[in-house]
């Protein structure tokens, strides 16, 4: 029962380097979201996909950018690092469809640790 | 702008003690979710409340949705060792493209202590 798998789990680069963090899901959901989390800023929101072939910024989206390759995967890619994104990057599926009035539950990925030097 | 603000943002007490956590907000939001994450992990959902008012409990903890939808707490009785955790609440709302959108507290750091 994997529910959200990520990609590499720990990642250290240097400024100016690329890297693209993998999420994949297998609970067949239609939304996917990338959040990053910092000591004492709790979970910001980067980028969201609400469905296949859909992607929106979220509250943090510079320096970012998504690719929702599919309905099981949405990557994350950095393409010149810089210190200020060493974080805590968590993956996150859900299901939630407006018309059934679901509320959203969220399905997180076990981390990414990326530390830029 | 932070929409969601928790307190206390660390709290350490003695196994057996009681006690609440708050989650406020400006905002009106269509529910209120609260998560548990333990370190190395992702955060896990404890509880959803979508009526203004609710109550639900889960064993030990209480959580409860402010009548206006603006506001929420979650209380442990007679905390225990197994409950040290990060706490997160998350006010929902749906998106113009039909997404869920969470927005998230900083969260409460709690050490229960044997």
């Known amino acids: 029962n994997a529910g959200v798998t990520q990609t590499p789990k720990f990642q250290v680069l240097k400024t100016g380097q690329s890297m693209t963090l993998q999420c994949a899901q297998d609970m067949n959901h239609n939304s996917m979201y990338w959040y990053r989390q910092d000591p004492g800023m709790g979970l910001r929101l980067i980028y969201y996909s609400a469905s296949e072939g859909t992607t929106d910024k979220g509250e943090v989206p510079n320096g970012y950018n998504v690719s929702r390759l599919n309905k099981r995967e949405f990557s994350l890619r950095l393409e010149s690092a810089a210190p200020s994104q060493t974080s805590v990057y968590f993956c996150a599926s859900s299901d939630s469809r407006r018309l059934r009035g679901d509320t959203g539950e969220l399905f997180f990925g076990e981390g990414s640790r990326l530390t830029v030097l | 702008t932070q929409l969601l603000e928790q307190s206390p943002q660390f709290l350490s007490i003695q196994e057996g003690e009681n006690l609440t956590v708050y989650c406020n907000s400006s905002s009106v939001f269509s529910s209120l979710q609260w998560y548990r994450q333990e370190p190395g992990e992702g955060p896990v959902l404890l509880v959803t409340v979508v009526t203004g008012g609710e109550v639900k409990k889960l064993k030990r903890l209480t959580f409860q949705f402010g009548d206006a939808r603006k506001d929420s707490s979650l209380h442990i009785t007679a905390a225990q060792p197994g409950d040290t955790g990060l706490y997160l609440c998350?006010?929902?709302?749906?998106?113009?493209?039909?997404?869920?959108?969470?927005?998230f507290g900083k969260g409460t750091k709690l050490s229960v202590i044997p």
């Open positions: 998350a006010g929902g709302r749906y998106s113009g493209a039909g997404s869920y959108q969470l927005t």
